[in-house]
């Protein structure tokens, strides 16, 4: 669920630099790229990146890997989510596991923690989220749903959209992930299927006299329309989740802070850091990393980066061997990690 607190970071980046040969203003809708310049926004497999994907079946109900009701997106259903799909996979004897989440995902994975679900539980790494900023931001984050495209008209256009509108920084990684997070709009199977249902619309509203049905079909007309050509959505309505956006993140800080593992705090600025976490910090807590450059997608951006960081805690826990070169020290207080050539 990468999305949500990606958009509440957007109007904190800094505006997107002009392509070259563009001019000194730009649209967002459009962007000139020049001869030879146009950008692949094709979506990429995900086989290019992961050996396997399994559909993992909950036999109780308070979770599965497809969920009854998609809006119940509260910090306690999705917490014991994980704990069940854990469960599932690997029954009581689970190996030892590392959470990992980002920005709602990490909030996640907090409340996953504190909460003992995931009782093989070593390590917990929250990416680019902090309690302060994030409830700071949700004042807002209804005016940018309201404010983002609803349909796309193809993958490849949703892809395009969340590079140019500066969610996702990093083109390749934007064509793994974008693809996961819309759906084919309800209803739509083909576009010569969806074209004769308008028709259909059509040729009733004309035979019918009353002006009221008349508009009811009119409205159909448009939805239908509007799902032809763009027959994208967005997966999850996260507007419709707003009840339950403030449980997500208050205490979020002190939750973290709390959880008697080690702990990995990625940001991709210092200003994120809250009061409670920059105490934490300073009496070493836990052990926290900047990577400059990225945007909130910090994962998406500089994978490379955040993938070094990870393995370089994970080496310093001693929960696994370096290989194939990888080597780390410590320099002036903060760790410092080479990789062979």
């Not at 399994?54 to 998609?70: A, L």
């Not at 509203?205 to 050509?229: I, P």
């Not at 400059?292 to 955040?306: S, T």
Request: proline residues 6%; hydrophobic residues 35%.
């Amino acid at each position: 669920m990468s999305a949500l607190e990606k958009s509440m970071h957007l109007g904190r980046l800094p505006p997107r630099p002009p392509l070259p040969g563009s001019g000194s203003s730009q649209s967002g809708a459009k962007m000139r790229m020049g001869p030879g310049r146009k950008r692949d926004f094709s979506p990429v497999p995900w086989s290019q990146y992961f050996e396997s994907m399994e559909d993992v079946e909950v036999e109780n109900e308070t979770g599965e890997t497809k969920v009854k009701n998609s809006e119940d997106l509260s910090a306690e259903t999705m917490a014991k989510d994980v704990g069940n799909v854990v469960e599932a996979m690997y029954g009581d004897l689970p190996p030892p596991i590392m959470l990992i989440g980002h920005s709602m995902g990490g909030a996640i994975a907090v409340h996953t923690a504190s909460s003992n679900l995931v009782p093989s539980l070593l390590g917990l790494c929250m990416i680019d989220v902090v309690e302060g900023t994030a409830m700071d931001a949700l004042n807002s984050m209804q005016n940018f749903l309201r404010g983002r495209p609803k349909t796309f008209k193809s993958l490849e256009n949703a892809v395009e959209w969340s590079v140019k509108s500066g969610q996702i920084r990093n083109l390749e990684s934007a064509r793994v992930s974008m693809v996961g997070q819309v759906k084919q709009c309800e209803g739509i199977t083909s576009p010569e299927g969806s074209k004769s249902i308008v028709e259909g619309i059509i040729e009733e509203e004309e035979e019918d006299e009353e002006r009221s049905e008349s508009v009811n079909k009119r409205k159909k007309e448009d939805d239908m329309e509007t799902k032809k050509d763009h027959p994208y959505t967005w997966r999850i309505e996260l507007a419709k989740t707003e009840k339950y956006w403030d449980g997500w993140f208050r205490g979020l800080s002190n939750l973290f802070l709390s959880c008697p593992i080690p702990k990995l705090l990625l940001l991709a600025g210092v200003d994120r850091l809250d009061k409670d976490l920059t105490i934490g910090q300073m009496q070493g807590k836990f052990q926290m990393q900047v990577l400059p450059q990225c945007g909130h997608a910090v994962h998406e951006d500089a994978p490379d980066k955040v993938a070094e960081a990870v393995a370089t805690f994970l080496i310093r826990h001693r929960f696994a061997e370096p290989i194939g070169g990888f080597q780390w020290k410590l320099l002036n207080g903060s760790e410092q990690y080479l990789t062979s050539s």
